[in-house]
């Protein structure tokens, strides 16, 4: 079964720092893999996909699969960055999305 | 609408009292998914329909929750006899499995909030 793990619930950094939000998955396959996010009183939506190897809002997400990860990370963290984010996945075969749970990350002052 | 569209968007319930939850998702999308996200909370899935049926409900916490789904388009999540712990948003989803999978996208709804008191 497909699984994606988020381990940290919450992650506070200063503005500015570097930000890594974890994601690993499970799945003997090759995944397809996404990043959410959802800001304050705002919906869900897609942040970037792998296959997109995109830099949006300076987010960049490397898979790899040897350690079966697709972490999240902006190399200087700014303010309007707090909000939700959720990884997950979908296989050819299940063609559903699988998320994790959700990191808040806080960038505070 | 162009959005998957929920409906109330808010709710408040006596405890012991059952409630039904609906999603309007868009048009075309065979894909739908119900989950939840208690107070400062993540996601919690509750259940995933590929059509009118539902291959995965292991997210459903009791068997005081149901859903169905109909036409291929409109869902109702239910719950009975509602308790306090069930206070949360309920969140659906919809999506058009692609031929290309990393095309998938899923579009959520803006939520229900369920408080029962």
């Known amino acids: 079964a497909q699984r994606v793990t988020q381990p940290e619930k919450l992650l506070s950094v200063f503005k500015g720092a570097p930000v890594e939000l974890k994601c690993n998955y499970s799945?003997?396959?090759?995944?397809?893999l996404f990043w959410y996010v959802q800001y304050s009183r705002q919906r869900l939506q897609l942040l970037l996909r792998?296959?997109s190897r995109e830099s949006i809002k300076g987010f960049t997400a490397d898979l790899n699969k040897g350690e079966t990860s697709f972490h999240l990370k902006k190399p200087f963290a700014q303010e309007e960055d707090s909000a939700m984010y959720y990884c997950?996945?979908?296989?050819?075969?299940?063609?559903?999305?699988?998320f994790g749970t959700g990191t808040r990350l806080q960038v505070t002052l | 609408g162009a959005g998957v569209s929920q409906s109330p968007s808010n709710k408040v319930t006596e405890k012991g009292k059952d409630v039904e939850l609906r999603c309007d998702p868009i048009?075309?999308?065979?894909?739908l998914y119900w989950y939840r996200q208690r107070l400062g909370q993540g996601l919690e899935f509750l259940i995933y329909?590929?059509?009118?049926?539902?291959?995965?409900k292991s997210g459903l916490p009791s068997d005081r929750f149901s859903a169905e789904r109909t036409g291929e388009s409109v869902s109702t999540l239910t719950i009975q006899r509602t308790q306090q712990e069930d206070s949360a948003v309920y969140l659906c989803?919809?999506?058009?499995?692609?031929?290309?999978?990393?095309?998938?996208?899923?579009?959520f709804g803006q939520g229900t909030r369920l408080t029962v008191v």
């Open positions: 989803a919809s999506s058009s499995p692609m031929d290309r999978v990393w095309d998938t996208e899923a579009f």
């Open positions: 329909f590929q059509g009118n049926s539902a291959p995965d």
């Open positions: 997950a996945l979908v296989t050819g075969t299940a063609s559903k999305l699988t």
């Open positions: 792998h296959i």
């Open positions: 799945y003997s396959g090759s995944p397809e």
């Open positions: 048009s075309g999308h065979t894909a």
